[in-house]
Nanobody
Framework: QGQLVESGGGLVQAGGSLRLSCAVS????????MAWFRQAPGKERKFIAA????????DYADSVKGRFTISRDNAKSTVYLQMTRLKPEDAAVYYC??????????????WGQGTQVTVSS
């Protein structure tokens, strides 16, 4: 079975930036759309951003539109999430997953350990 490993989280001040990475193994990465999700304490995991298999289409949750950018490097089997103008409400554990091209909200890979993002005000 494949594996997804997130990294790049940390503590940042409000207004700051972070770049998250997700390394994927066990799948033919270039054939799958990918998405980022996040889960704050006591809340459900929510969709944040998605990117098509070729990187030619993206979608974002309204809460991060204009501040976050999803990208991918198929040669490295890695998907990224560039986060700017971070707010305290962005604090959460961030996860990536494989999603169908027809439904970015339906991840079907195993969840990784995630990467913690903490935003101080």
């Amino acid at each position: 079975q494949g594996q997804l490993v997130e990294s790049g989280g940390g503590l940042v001040q409000a207004g700051g930036s972070l770049r998250l990475s997700c390394a994927v193994s066990g799948w033919t990465f270039s054939t799958y759309a990918m998405a980022w999700f996040r889960q704050a304490p006591g809340k459900e995991r929510k969709f944040i951003a998605a990117i098509g298999k070729d990187g030619d289409s993206t979608d974002y949750a309204d809460s991060v539109k204009g501040r976050f950018t999803i990208s991918r490097d198929n040669a490295k089997s890695t998907v990224y999430l560039q986060m700017t103008r971070l707010k305290p409400e962005d604090a959460a554990v961030y996860y990536c997953n494989i999603v169908p091209a027809s439904d970015y909200f339906a991840p079907f890979g195993p969840w990784g350990q995630g990467t913690q993002v903490t935003v101080s005000s």
